[in-house]
């Protein structure tokens, strides 16, 4: 009985953690794209970079784009985000950018709401698939 109850709260606990960080990346997200500047850019490179070890052993692409910002300057940045798949970004290729003086990124579905989704995912996650009530009836009112 004892160990069930420290176990609610846990997963509750967690839950709710997992969501406030999914509610204040999606804040922060959005104020970015709402408030950064869109320009577009060219890839002029692609570096790669190898991770894992032995038959795990993993190359992912990431582009390096160059732009000119609305004052003029010429900025250079690598993207956060790679790729397995060689073909995904091609050196010539035009690409979308929203900067701001603190950050730069490329403006795609992936970059800016995927750290969005995963807290908010994992706490649905947890809170559909674990039957953190005890009692069978408890959670079979919830539906």
Avoid at 43 to 69: A, D, N, Q, W
Avoid at 70 to 79: A, L, R, V
Avoid at 94 to 101: A, D, K, R, T, W
Avoid at 124 to 133: A, D, R, S, T
């Amino acid at each position: 009985m004892f160990s069930s109850r420290i176990t609610f709260y846990a997963v509750r606990s967690l839950i709710l953690f997992l969501a406030g960080i999914g509610i204040y990346t999606f804040y922060k997200s959005a104020v970015f794209y709402y408030s950064a500047e869109h320009t577009t850019g060219l890839i002029t490179k692609i570096e790669i970079e190898t991770r894992g070890k032995g038959k795990r052993l993993k190359k992912f692409y990431y582009p390096v784009i160059e732009f000119i910002s609305q004052k003029g300057e010429q900025k250079i940045f690598k993207s956060n985000f790679g790729t397995s798949v060689k073909e995904f970004y091609r050196v010539g290729d035009h690409v979308s950018i929203l900067y701001s003086c603190k950050k730069i990124m490329i403006n795609s579905f992936v970059n800016i709401w995927i750290p969005t989704i995963y807290p908010i995912a994992g706490a649905v996650i947890l809170l559909f698939c674990f039957k953190y009530p005890t009692k069978k009836k408890k959670f079979e009112k919830i539906f």
